[in-house]
């Protein structure tokens, strides 16, 4: 049996005319009844009755039918994948975290690379701004969350959102802190960060411009256990708002009342790899999820 031999017998079947459906084949009648005649040999089952108005199918015929329609779509969804495969990205691409999964929406940009691009294979790395951004730098990421308040050549950003900081502080400082001066909030500890952070920039900026010096208690350069810190009572510390919520509903911290703080997210990477097609990619259904929030 040859493939195409399924294919007149479907023709066949449709027409119900030997030759309407040579001409569906693009063939000769003889050519048709070349192949039914062969099906039927091969298998020792009658497919039609030959009447003169045409071609009855058999019951028999009609089974074999529907098998060969199934047959025949498998093999259109074999060629289709192939060719889709052709076009597909196929590689693993390394990506730079500095906040939760929930709030950088990471859950729905697997998914959608899962359905989209699903020759890519997604490395993540949670870290820091500062460190993502030596590591892009480096190579060793891809592209990478970062909160940034300055420019950099080497690097190219999209904007995602304005991210909302809070300041967390522990839960048992809570009734002490709730009506506290800027001044009283400079005075306990704090946990801060010597190396390049944005959070850090912010908190120094924030006490400068009220002329306060703050209390520095505790270098912290994870900024994924600045929460855990924070919650056993070692200090204050600026904390993306989203993350210090979840923190709150656990009961391990509390949040001071002050005027809303913002730091700018972005997504970034190196300028000289913006043709890489797995960065374009990635970056592409990146923009695709965070749209609606631009």
Not at 131 to 149: M, P, W
Not at 239 to 250: G, R
Not at 261 to 289: G, M
Request: net charge negative.
């Amino acid at each position: 049996m040859e493939f195409y031999h399924l294919q007149t017998l479907v023709i066949v079947a449709e027409e119900k005319s030997i030759t309407r459906a040579a001409k569906r084949l693009h063939t000769t009648p003889p050519s048709v009844s070349t192949h039914i005649k062969a099906l039927e040999t091969e298998f020792n089952v009658q497919l039609f009755e030959r009447l003169p108005g045409g071609m009855k199918i058999t019951d028999k015929g009609k089974i074999l039918v529907e098998k060969a329609q199934a047959t025949l779509l498998a093999v259109q969804d074999f060629v289709n994948h192939a060719v889709r495969l052709q076009e597909e990205l196929m590689g693993t691409i390394r990506l730079g975290a500095n906040a939760t999964a929930a709030f950088l929406k990471l859950p729905a940009l697997i998914h959608r690379l899962k359905d989209t691009s699903p020759g890519i294979t997604l490395s993540l790395s949670m870290s820091n701004t500062g460190k993502i951004i030596s590591q892009l730098k480096e190579q060793t990421l891809d592209v990478g969350f970062v909160f940034v308040n300055e420019g950099d050549a080497d690097l190219n950003r999209r904007f995602i959102c304005a991210a909302e900081l809070v300041v967390a502080a522990p839960k048992a400082w809570e009734s002490e802190i709730s009506q506290a001066s800027w001044q009283e909030i400079a005075e306990r500890p704090w946990i801060y960060a010597d190396k390049y952070c944005p959070f850090q920039q912010i908190a120094d900026d924030l006490f400068r411009e009220r002329g306060v010096e703050y209390n520095r208690h505790l270098l912290s350069e994870d900024d994924a256990m600045k929460c855990d810190l924070v919650a056993a009572a070692i200090g204050l510390s600026l904390i993306e708002k989203s993350e210090a919520e979840q923190a709150v509903k656990n009961g391990k911290i509390c949040i001071w009342k002050t005027d809303k703080i913002y730091c700018d997210l972005y997504i970034a990477w190196l300028t000289r790899r913006s043709e890489d097609p797995l960065i374009k990619a990635l970056v592409a259904n990146l923009l695709q999820i965070w749209e609606p929030a631009q």
